[in-house]
């Protein structure tokens, strides 16, 4: 009852207070409606006026991109009367009469500011200007008094060594940042510095500067080592690799931070020295044995190059150090892999025996479903006992689960099946995965698999209608090989009616996948042999090429590559026969003197290509390039 009586008094006094504002608001008299109305009409006019300000000053940038000065000069002018005091509007005026070698007319523009302002930059530019007209000494005397200008306002450092930069004045650029460093000790100059003498080639005080960026700032750590990544490679005896080295291990004498010992171990991962690597983190982890997540990923890294020796004494290290079980697992599972990697088939059962073992210890429950997986995948595609592997992969997704894990449980069910050619069984699970989880990457993969499915089996209309719409996929890795899949089956579908050498293809395809690469290859040579000259040639040719490499056999797969080159010059895959050509000569066939021209080639013909960026840096390297 008291709280009734309470609600009523509270709305009462609501509706008292709303009455009472009501009361005392008083309307607009016709004087301020006038007023607002016009204050209205002047913001509108004004936002019209930046608008046709912004267009005049595009339409005078493109003149002035296009070679048209003169025409770009009227513009700027337009612009520069109306507002005579924009610096910008200046420079670009003064720009402009440069390069019309109307020096004079700069000078006459640069002095009449100076006369209204006093201003380093203005300074720098006119300047400039005496040095376009071979003045250097006037020139020079102009540089000094701008960099003077720092002695009474400081702050003037960043607009007069940002002019200096543009105008690439590098040595005065560095005499106003090392000028301004003690007068402004609270801020820090060396990035600016280190980009200085990066452009100079100076890689010994760049790869300093940057280090003492790093120990201003540590949390900038990782935009740094993107910097450095343009100057080192994987030759561990490039020189600016040796200049790093140097002054890191000179760092951590002086100094020893962590973040010396993390870059340390971040140079020996590009120089693919995994065990130098390892030492730096073990280093520290001892300092700081909180996660092991570094060293892991290192371990990961080094198996997925290769380098399994390396691998399998991280996980080792990481079993010994570790007291998480979800850690330990991960590392059982990846020593397992490796191990199977690299097993006869007497040695399978031992492999077996590990994977019991471990379940007997953790038990098969939820959180053992990776090691599950992966042992669902050794059955069916190492141990050669895919009815087993599925029937122990159903048993698992009958554990309380998440979703997601349910899915990629279903996803690895459903690959087992196509490897044992149960198409339509291997259907529903996709079906099912896409359905439950809409929208999700891994939806989609399944999807995917799905198109690659129908592929197998010859149903190439179907698999085409799905890969349409996977081409616009969140997931790019997804949406680029819908794209590869759904053009090889529209490039080909047509070549003859009863698309035999697709179906070969699909079916050498199918092969690959059930690890009988060498059935794979026969089936590429017989699409070789009996559809020569047809359009899927070339794909043929870049697929067997691949499988040579898993089997080892580089020469035959630098023979497919140089046909290719040879034959197919025009088509879709010239620039990936051109890189994995000279990769292999690079790597594998000891030539890398034939290596350089391909990369060479790719550099200067194929800008567009995925593989422009790590051609050019291996062709830099191969040449001695000093910066890489």
Excluded at 123 to 140: R, T
Excluded at 143 to 163: K, S, V
Excluded at 200 to 215: H, L, P, R, T, V
Excluded at 550 to 559: D, F, N, T
């Amino acid at each position: 009852m008291q709280l009734k009586k309470s609600i009523v008094i509270y709305i009462c006094l609501v509706f008292v207070g709303t009455f009472s504002f009501a009361q005392n608001v008083k309307p607009k008299t016709q004087a301020q409606i006038e007023i607002e109305k016009k204050a209205k009409e002047l913001q509108q006019l004004r936002e019209l006026e930046r608008q046709q300000e912004m267009q005049q000053l595009l339409i005078a940038d493109g003149y002035f991109k296009k070679g048209e000065f003169q025409k770009a000069l009227l513009s700027y002018k337009k612009l520069y009367d109306k507002k005579p005091f924009r610096t910008d509007y200046i420079y670009k005026m003064v720009s402009t009469h440069q390069q019309l070698e109307d020096y004079d007319a700069s000078e006459k523009l640069i002095d009449s500011a100076l006369q209204k302002r006093a201003n380093p930059s203005l300074l720098i530019e006119l300047g400039y200007n005496y040095q376009l007209k071979d003045s250097i000494d006037i020139a020079n005397k102009l540089y000094q008094e701008a960099i003077n200008f720092i002695d009474e306002r400081a702050t003037h450092i960043y607009a007069i060594g940002q002019r200096f930069e543009q105008h690439s004045l590098s040595e005065q650029a560095i005499m106003a940042y090392e000028r301004a460093a003690p007068l402004l000790p609270e801020r820090n100059f060396s990035i600016q510095l280190a980009r200085i003498y990066g452009d100079q080639g100076n890689i010994e005080k760049m790869f300093s500067n940057y280090i003492d960026y790093i120990a201003y700032r540590p949390e900038n750590l990782n935009n740094i080592k993107r910097s450095f990544n343009d100057f080192v490679s994987e030759n561990k005896d490039n020189e600016n690799n040796g200049i790093l080295r140097r002054t890191l291990l000179l760092r951590i004498q002086k100094q020893p931070d962590t973040y010396w010992y993390e870059l340390l171990s971040w140079l020996y991962v590009q120089e693919k020295q995994y065990s130098k690597s390892f030492a730096q983190e073990k280093a520290l982890y001892r300092r700081n044995p909180e996660s092991l997540d570094r060293i892991i990923d290192l371990a990961i890294t080094a198996m997925n190059d290769d380098q399994k020796d390396v691998a399998t004494t991280i996980f080792n290290y990481i079993l010994e150090a570790s007291q998480d079980t979800g850690t330990v697992l991960l590392a059982h599972q990846y020593l397992l892999e490796i191990e199977t990697d690299t097993a006869s088939k007497k040695d399978l059962k031992a492999i077996d025996n590990k994977y019991q073992d471990l379940f007997n210890t953790y038990g098969k429950f939820e959180s053992t479903i990776s090691l599950q997986l992966a042992y669902g995948n050794f059955l069916a595609f190492y141990y050669d006992q895919p009815e087993t592997a599925s029937a122990f992969l159903k048993q698992t997704s009958q554990l309380d689960v998440s979703p997601y894990q349910k899915a990629t449980i279903k996803l690895k069910l459903a690959d087992i099946l196509v490897l044992q050619e149960k198409f339509n069984e291997a259907l529903i699970y996709y079906s099912q995965i896409h359905s439950n989880l809409k929208n999700s990457t891994i939806a989609q993969q399944a999807r995917f698999k799905v198109a690659k499915t129908s592929y197998y089996k010859g149903d190439f209309e179907w698999a085409e209608s799905q890969l349409k719409i996977l081409k616009s996929s969140t997931s790019q890795l997804i949406a680029n090989d819908a794209l590869d899949l759904k053009l090889l089956i529209s490039d080909n579908k047509y070549e003859d009616s009863t698309q035999t050498a697709l179906k070969y293809y699909a079916k050498a395809d199918l092969l690959a996948f059930q690890n009988k690469t060498d059935e794979a290859i026969s089936l590429l040579d017989k699409i070789l042999t009996e559809h020569k000259g047809e359009s899927i040639t070339d794909q043929t040719l870049y697929q067997q090429a691949k499988l040579y490499e898993q089997q080892r056999q580089y020469e035959k797969a630098a023979i497919n590559y140089q046909t290719i080159i040879k034959d197919y010059r025009e088509d879709i895959l010239i620039d990936d026969a051109y890189y994995y050509l000279a990769e292999l000569y690079n790597n594998y066939l000891a030539k890398p003197e034939e290596a350089k021209p391909l990369y060479e080639k790719i550099i200067f013909e194929y800008e567009d290509s995925i593989y422009f960026v790590e051609a050019r840096k291996k062709f830099r390297m191969l040449r001695g390039d000093a910066i890489n």
